[in-house]
């Protein structure tokens, strides 16, 4: 993941780890998560598909992907603009945006959200399964708070915390049943992900597909406003 910032530099570069939120999350928050090497760092594979490198602009950072991923592997791929060496292939490439808080968002603990954790994973897959948000995997749930809504014992919402970049926490996950949309149910817990964040003393962020155009006018009328413009990918390491 990359970002191209849209504000001033005197006000980008108080959130500069946010030019490089999977880096930061893996270095900081998340580094007993993390695997890899120096250049190099990713999650494990039933926690999350996200992977970092230190800078693009290193040229031993390739050998140390391979030397993490694997040959004939796939990995997050780097900006558009970047060229890949021979033998590499690019295999996605997907526009997104970068979102952060902003002092209009008026956070609120929900009393009806309740924590989720590894009893309730078979739910979370389920629900997943059922309203495809995103990546989500067996352990997703360890990279932060999740909590979720149940009507009648069936989780039938939920959203939680993903990159933890100094300073900040991602929320993600935010996702509702095709049966149950409608009632707000997302935006209630966004605000309660929001309010625990904030009570940690860090702030709320989030990523979303440029193209999801709803999502992204729900999140500025809820009080957050764009700060980059980034991309999501992935590129084929070359074979052995």
């Excluded at 970002?3 to 893996?26: C, G």
């Excluded at 996200?50 to 990995?75: L, N, T």
């Amino acid at each position: 993941m990359s970002t191209a910032p849209t504000r001033p530099a005197r006000e980008v570069a108080q959130d500069a780890v946010l030019d490089n939120p999977r880096w930061s999350s893996l270095t900081g928050a998340h580094a007993h998560l993390a695997e890899g090497n120096e250049l190099v760092l990713r999650y494990p594979v039933d926690v999350s598909p996200f992977a970092a490198v230190r800078s693009w602009d290193d040229p031993e950072v390739w050998d140390a992907i391979v030397d993490v991923a694997g040959h004939g592997a796939e990995f997050p791929g780097p900006p558009a603009d970047v060229v890949l060496p021979a033998g590499w292939e690019r295999v996605a490439l997907l526009d997104g945006v970068q979102l952060v808080e902003t002092d209009r968002l008026r956070t609120r603990p929900d009393d009806e959200a309740v924590v989720l954790g590894a009893d309730d994973v078979p739910d979370m897959l389920a629900l997943v399964e059922r309203s495809r948000p995103g990546p989500f995997l067996p352990r997703t749930y360890l990279m932060g708070r999740y909590a979720g809504i149940r009507r009648d014992g069936r989780l039938v919402a939920m959203a939680g915390e993903r990159l933890q970049p100094e300073g900040w926490t991602e929320i993600s996950a935010v996702t509702t049943d095709p049966d149950h949309r409608g009632q707000g149910l997302a935006t209630r817990l966004v605000l309660d992900v929001a309010h625990h964040v904030r009570e940690r003393g860090a702030r709320a962020m989030l990523h979303a597909a440029a193209n999801n155009t709803t999502a992204i006018r729900l999140y500025e009328n809820l009080g957050f406003r764009l700060r980059a413009r980034t991309t999501f990918g992935a590129v084929r390491t070359p074979s052995a």
